[in-house]
């Protein structure tokens, strides 16, 4: 069973950074895409950042977040980041991890075909 579990929300002002993390098990030797949602108040989920566990795989980006955040990998630790720079206070939100598995190098933005799930973790931008 997949298991993830993000860490590293918190407070931070306009224009700070954070870097949150996401512990993955339970892999199989599917390929997964795995993607960063994040969900404000009264607004819909929406896909923030997706990579594929392929080696040296491509990576995605929302538009509002393009060359702010960087998701990445440690694979020795089994974990994906999401570096999250020149934070503004719209990048308010619960942020989760979510895995599916998929063909080779596709990414996916819906969040109803993701079946693996974290908890969410609390980013707060003061402005």
């Known amino acids: 069973e997949v298991q993830l579990v993000e860490s590293g929300g918190g407070l931070v002002q306009a224009g700070g950074s954070l870097r949150l993390s996401c512990a993955a098990s339970g892999f199989g030797p599917d390929d997964y895409a795995i993607s960063w949602f994040r969900q404000a108040p009264g607004k819909e989920r929406e896909g923030v950042a997706c990579?594929?566990?392929?080696?040296?795989?491509?990576?995605y980006y929302a538009d509002s977040v393009k060359g702010r955040f960087t998701i990445s990998s440690d694979n020795a630790k089994n974990t994906v980041y999401l570096q999250m720079n020149s934070l503004k206070p719209e990048d308010t939100a619960v942020y989760y991890c979510?895995?599916?598995?998929?063909?080779?190098?596709?990414?996916?933005?819906?969040?109803?075909?993701?079946?693996?799930w974290g908890q969410g973790t609390q980013v707060t931008v003061s402005s």
């Open positions: 990579m594929t566990t392929v080696r040296n795989g491509p990576t």
């Open positions: 979510a895995a599916v598995i998929s063909l080779p190098d596709i990414c996916y933005s819906d969040y109803p075909l993701y079946n693996y």
